[in-house]
């Protein structure tokens, strides 16, 4: 099967359309962690590489050596009409802050704003789909769009980027699958561990997210530090890294955006605990990350839900580090126990785990991405699944 798959691939080449959104550039700017579009616009480049004929459906203000279809719309926050729209939005949304149920109102409408302004880039494809123009379409934010997928009869993909919570977990989502008549609509996951809420969608395959890893280098020797890296957010278990920290007296290093529902978080649960030994970092691009994944004795990924796949891991074990992490979402596949670090699931676990953090060689960290996490293996995951469906 795999031999003949590989003679379809080298012989066939596919028309293929990929949407990540426009409400920010694809790829984003290199403060913005939005691992979806990422991963999008690395699938394109990848996919063009091997000969498809690639369309990108993004902001017209995206920076891509790919053929761009924009609708004309450049990304959210440069549209002036839409963004005052939001900001009138925004203003009202503080106005009645103290009334509960107009408060929620006034954020769903800014919700529905943003929706809107991503449907219009979806129903140009749908339109170009109609005329028979791809073989093939990816689309990687699929609540908004899965309703048309009726519209046309060419298959259609939707990675699933986030945990598989409401409204996939009740069924909802199914629902909508089972209604569509023409039945060309296949989900893909980024890990097996993410299809345990809702294992009944009509799912294609998983695919591995890959990462570009000649842009993180490995060094094989360490510094005597620990570090968390990851939107701080309670979910992410930032406060027990910091916790495990004091009480060994490790030194941690942090880096990540805190958001603006989050601040009350950062203040009370982190912020307090800030030292010589605990340093907390900002946000940093990609190349400013580089060197701190190299030099870090490990990896924290004190997880308190079910990730789906987690970016951060590869990347650290890219550069030869590895990642210690709570038993939940995609962990244990990401990881490899007790070769690429260790997956564990307590906090006295965890501490028992960075006692044993020297056993881990950084060239089997390495060497496990190189296997499994590559941006080549990811594409040639998609392209497998595409000329499954087309043949």
Not at 191 to 217: D, E, M, V
């Given at each position: ?14 028309n ?13 700017g ?8 990422w991963i ?22 995206s920076?891509?050596?790919?053929k761009?279809?924009?609708a ?9 009409e ?6 009138r939005?925004?203003?009202y ?11 929620t ?10 929706e ?10 749908y ?21 048309s997928?009726?519209l ?8 699933l ?19 569509i008549p023409?039945?060309?609509?296949r ?8 299809r ?8 294609a395959?998983?695919?591995?997210n890959g990462?570009?890893i000649?842009?993180f280098?490995?060094k ?6 620990f ?14 890294a ?10 941690l290093?942090i ?21 010589s ?11 400013q990350?580089?060197?701190?994944y ?5 990896f ?7 990730e ?19 038993n939940?979402?995609?962990?244990a596949?990401?990881?490899?126990h007790?070769?690429?670090?260790f997956v ?6 965890m ?10 060689k950084?060239?089997?960290?390495r060497?496990?991405?190189?296997q ?12 497998k ?7």
């Amino acid at each position: 099967m795999l031999s003949k798959i590989k003679k379809m691939t080298k012989n066939r080449k596919l028309n293929i359309a990929i949407m990540g959104t426009n409400i920010a550039p694809t790829p984003p700017g290199p403060k913005t962690i939005y691992a979806p579009l990422w991963i999008a616009h690395d699938l394109a480049i990848g996919l063009k590489k091997r000969g498809h004929s690639v369309t990108l459906f993004a902001a017209s203000d995206s920076k891509t050596p790919l053929k761009i279809v924009s609708a004309g719309l450049p990304c959210f926050k440069n549209n002036k009409e839409w963004q005052r729209a939001q900001e009138r939005l925004s203003a009202y949304e503080k106005r009645i802050m103290q009334g509960e149920h107009q408060y929620t109102w006034a954020i769903k409408w800014k919700e529905v704003l943003r929706e809107n302004y991503e449907l219009l880039l979806a129903s140009k494809l749908y339109q170009m789909a109609q005329q028979g123009k791809f073989d093939i379409i990816q689309f990687h934010s699929p609540l908004r769009v899965l309703h048309s997928a009726p519209l046309v009869k060419t298959p259609i993909f939707f990675t699933l980027h986030d945990p598989l919570r409401h409204p996939f977990d009740s069924g909802a989502v199914k629902a909508i699958c089972d209604s569509i008549p023409y039945k060309n609509v296949r989900f893909v996951s980024i890990s097996n561990a993410q299809r345990k809420l809702s294992p009944n969608l009509p799912y294609a395959g998983t695919c591995y997210n890959g990462i570009n890893i000649n842009k993180f280098k490995f060094k094989k020797e360490k510094e005597d530090y620990f570090l968390f890296a990851g939107r701080i957010i309670p979910q992410k278990g930032l406060h027990i890294a910091v916790e495990i920290a004091r009480e060994m007296g490790l030194k941690l290093k942090i880096a990540g955006p805190v958001g603006k529902e989050q601040k009350s978080y950062f203040k009370n649960k982190i912020e307090p605990h800030l030292s010589s030994k605990i340093e907390y970092l900002g946000t940093l691009t990609p190349s400013q990350m580089v060197p701190l994944y190299q030099k870090a004795k490990g990896f924290l990924m004190p997880i308190l839900w079910s990730e789906s796949f987690g970016l951060v891991m590869a990347e650290a074990m890219a550069c030869g580090t590895p990642v210690i992490g709570f038993n939940k979402g995609s962990v244990a596949e990401v990881v490899k126990h007790c070769k690429t670090g260790f997956v564990v699931k307590t906090k006295r676990e965890m501490k028992q785990a960075i006692e044993r953090i020297g056993q881990i060689k950084p060239e089997d960290c390495r060497a496990w991405v190189e296997q499994n996490f590559t941006i080549d293996k990811m594409v040639t995951s998609y392209e497998k699944l595409y000329l499954k469906y087309v043949s």
